[in-house]
């Protein structure tokens, strides 16, 4: 049974180290949400460590930044983990060839920097669809468009046989009020077509191993009772932590806000028989559940 609390103390006395979903949860894409941090740095004070695990494809150290410019202060987490950087290791260990179609955007460069953790890596060469040994996707071309738009690229790709990489498994997130498309939804269609798709990110194993690595080099070694996964993706970071069996804080104010009835506003509240019926239709169960991370 699904508890709604009213703040992060409530049960934070439980957990020695919070995983923590950014987008949705901590900022909107745009800026960060200032009772969210206030918790975080609670939680830390009290002895806690905190984790940002993300289904961004970006390295680590680009995340980083980006938090700073938004506003997200660094004394409220301790360490990163990216599906970007789970998705970067897999990539140059030669998982879907050397030479690649990229599908993303420009910005999205630095994920095919070199990665200094690995003995031998590939080199990976970006080249056109027709000359791919497979495909690595970071996200649309276009964050608006439908991605029904690439199929005629993933048809050609499909019979082929090539496999694709998705650096970031979310369907979609909140950029402020622009709801946007994510690479997991051009991985799910290259798979409802037929094409073979690999992820890294929530829900998939790589980046729990990540993050359990990132907690070690830290010197903290938490029982997997003693970890809480916050996120507002039931099919990403809940679906994720009851797989890894971590117990879980869903955040309904996110993309789950007109499901539950959650309003924007600070303090809100989901409504608890939209928020039951809501989890009973996706068969999942958090261990709780808030409005907003506070």
Not at 66 to 91: F, H, K, N
């Amino acid at each position: 049974m699904t508890t709604i609390i009213d703040r992060l103390d409530d049960i934070s006395n439980r957990y020695d180290a919070l995983y923590v979903d950014l987008w949705g949860c901590v900022h909107n894409g745009l800026t960060a949400f200032p009772g969210a941090t206030a918790a975080l740095r609670r939680f830390r004070a009290g002895g806690g460590t905190v984790v940002l695990v993300t289904n961004s494809p970006r390295p680590r150290a680009s995340v980083e930044r980006q938090l700073a410019r938004i506003g997200v202060p660094e004394d409220c987490w301790d360490a990163i983990a990216t599906s970007g950087d789970s998705a970067r290791a897999a990539m140059f260990r030669g998982l879907v060839g050397r030479k690649v179609w990229h599908v993303g955007q420009p910005g999205d460069s630095g994920f095919f920097e070199p990665l200094a953790l690995l003995e031998n890596p590939v080199e990976i060469e970006r080249v056109e669809l027709d000359e791919a040994e497979g495909i690595v996707c970071t996200g649309p071309f276009d964050p608006a468009a439908d991605p029904a738009g690439m199929r005629p690229q993933f048809l050609a790709a499909k019979n082929r046989g090539l496999k694709l990489l998705c650096a970031n498994p979310d369907i979609q997130v909140d950029r402020g009020t622009v709801r946007e498309w994510c690479a997991g939804a051009l991985a799910r269609l290259y798979s409802e077509m037929g094409g073979e798709s690999l992820y890294f990110g929530k829900p998939h194993p790589p980046i729990y191993d990540l993050a359990r690595r990132r907690l070690s080099a830290l010197g903290r070694d938490v029982h997997v009772s003693r970890i809480l996964a916050i996120g507002d993706g039931l099919h990403t970071d809940i679906q994720g932590a009851m797989g890894e069996d971590i117990d879980s804080l869903f955040i309904t104010g996110g993309l789950a806000a007109g499901d539950t009835d959650t309003a924007a506003k600070d303090g809100a509240q989901p409504d608890p028989e939209r928020l039951r019926t809501l989890l009973q239709r996706e068969m999942l169960s958090p261990t709780a559940a808030i409005g907003h991370l506070r």
